[in-house]
């Protein structure tokens, strides 16, 4: 019997999805459980499978082509099957965008608000089962995931896998890939030095004027979703600035007797943000229509820029329940595989609270969109060394100016300012973290 392969819904704010690249060829023989072809949707690329067995009779979505989710991508089933009312149940596909338009000159364009955060899902997901299951002596792990672990020369009996039942998935492998260890349990090697991207060629007397790109599916819903969050959400901000003095020598310490950690001022003021929402917890939580929900677990995102543009936050599940080493170890593991759109569902959903780090850019001060449902994001600019007054003498510090974004229907200005305040005193007082 012919089985359709439709385009899968990736996420809560997923409407629609881009093939990118079918893995199977039109008569190609096809496996239940195969990865037939590779779509890109809002937050990430991904592989779908098919529960089907015979051949692929025909595809219907082209490559580059967008479409709903739900909607019809290809078709399989025996090679002598009657498809036809399957082919003429399937919408049309929209024609490819074109990459390239030559246009007369346009007025420049207004510089666009800082992106919005895609939304997490209303409930968090367990973490991964930790430990390889086998049954039968066999490692239980998807075909997809087995032929990704044959090509990259990995042990699926040292990944841990996070699918049902312990089941190894294609994200259990990507992470041990970029680990180089058994999954979830190891410290990602450390990034080279940031080579920036060419620039663009020169313009040509007589040649175009400008290019468009096609946005893509992660473009398309940020897009959406900044329109949803500024709009309607009535936002307000408070700055505060952090002597990080403390937390620099916590840092250096830190690396100094273990170099492999490479503790990061970012992964100190994630850890600083969950024991923050712990003490206040009106801060975690979400404006709901008639009500305010606060949430009793700590869950915070981490904006990370993906490859090709866009942003993506992957979640530290229960964050005020690990050591600042886990939060280190996790945070690398996610951003690392976030930058190359390579994370699991339940790794970018969830969050209750969201921290933005543009200091490594060199930004000093912005004011960053909340994320919906969350009620509150910080936005967090470099540590500067800057002549400071202490005791009525000046001397050099190292400070930090953190802006928090708050939604005034669930957070008011004095609760901001009080978990500002928390904040504040944790990260000059780091202490706080061991406990």
């Avoid at 990370?304 to 543009?309: A, D, N």
């Avoid at 510090?397 to 974004?405: D, E, I, N, V």
């Amino acid at each position: 019997m012919a089985v359709r392969v439709l385009m899968p819904k990736g996420s809560d704010t997923m409407t629609e999805g881009k093939v990118l690249k079918w893995l199977k060829r039109e008569g190609e023989t096809v496996s239940s459980g195969d990865a037939i072809v590779e779509i890109e949707t809002d937050k990430v690329d991904m592989e779908v499978e098919t529960t089907g067995e015979g051949v692929l009779r025909q595809i219907i979505v082209k490559e580059g082509q967008s479409v709903p989710v739900g909607q019809l991508l290809g078709i399989v089933g025996t090679a002598n099957e009657d498809i036809s009312s399957l082919v003429k149940s399937a919408p049309a596909a929209p024609a490819q965008a074109s990459k390239k338009v030559d246009a007369p000159p346009v007025a420049p364009a207004v510089p666009p608000a800082p992106p919005v955060l895609p939304a997490p899902a209303a409930h968090p997901v367990p973490p991964p089962t930790s430990g390889p299951v086998a049954v039968g002596g066999r490692v239980l792990a998807s075909p997809l995931a087995r032929r990704i672990a044959q090509e990259k020369g990995l042990d699926l009996n040292r990944v841990s896998g996070s699918g049902p039942g312990g089941r190894i998935v294609r994200q259990d492998v990507d992470r041990a890939a970029v680990t180089g260890l058994p999954s979830g349990t190891g410290v990602p090697p450390a990034t080279g030095t940031h080579v920036p991207a060419p620039a663009r060629p020169a313009y040509v007397p007589g040649g175009p004027e400008f290019q468009e790109e096609p946005l893509s599916s992660m473009r398309k819903i940020i897009a959406t979703r900044l329109t949803q969050s500024l709009g309607p959400v009535p936002h307000f901000y408070l700055t505060i600035e952090v002597d990080m003095r403390r937390a620099m020598e916590l840092r250096q310490s830190a690396n100094n007797l273990n170099p492999e950690l490479k503790l990061t001022y970012n992964d100190i003021i994630v850890k600083a943000c969950a024991a923050a929402l712990r003490a206040h917890p009106e801060v975690n939580a979400s404006f709901m229509g008639e009500t305010t929900r606060t949430y009793n677990r700590v869950h915070i995102g981490i904006a990370v820029p993906v490859e090709g543009g866009g942003l993506i936050t992957p979640v530290i599940h229960d964050c005020d329940q690990k050591s600042l080493q886990q939060v280190s170890q996790e945070a690398k593991d996610l951003v690392a595989r976030a930058r190359t759109r390579k994370l699991g569902p339940n790794e970018y959903t969830g969050a209750t609270f969201s921290v933005s780090n543009l200091g490594m850019m060199g930004i000093d001060q912005f004011s960053a969109i909340i994320n919906p449902p969350e009620s509150a994001i910080l936005a967090v600019g470099a540590v500067v060394e800057k002549p400071v007054v202490t005791d009525h003498h000046i001397a050099i510090g190292h400070r930090c100016r953190m802006t928090l974004s708050c939604d005034h229907r669930a957070v008011d200005g004095a609760t901001g300012a009080k978990f500002l305040q928390t904040l504040q005193s944790i990260l000059e007082n780091p202490v706080y973290l061991a406990f």
